[in-house]
C-alpha cells in the first residue's frame, strides 16, 4: 500500500510536468527525495499506513527547512499539501 502511495504521488509529479509552473517544477522536484525516503522509512518499519507515510513527508520538509528559502519552503509546502488531499 505504501509502495502504491508512494508511486501515486509521484505519478502525480510527472503527470503535470507539462503544464507546471518553474516553481511547481522545483517543489516537484523537491518533494521526490522526500516522498521516496519516507516510503523507504515505511517499508523498513513495516508501516502500511499512508496517514503515518504523509506525516513522515512533512517531518523531512521540517527537518530540512533550513535548506530553503522562506519562499522556497513555502512553495514546497504549499505544492505538498496540494498533492496529499
Known amino acids: ?49 499512508i496517514i503515518v507515510m504523509q506525516k513522515k513527508i512533512k517531518q523531512s520538509l521540517q527537518d530540512a527547512k533550513s535548506e530553503l528559502s522562506p519562499n522556497d519552503w513555502q512553495l514546497v509546502q504549499q505544492y505538498s499539501d496540494k498533492l496529499m488531499m
Open 1 to 49: 500500500m505504501i509502495h502504491d502511495y508512494e508511486q501515486k504521488l509521484l505519478q502525480l509529479i510527472d503527470d503535470n510536468i507539462d503544464s507546471a509552473t518553474d516553481d511547481e517544477l522545483f517543489a516537484g522536484g523537491y518533494l521526490r527525495g522526500h516522498i521516496s525516503l519516507a516510503a523507504a522509512d515505511c517499508e523498513q518499519q513495516e508501516i502500511d499506513d
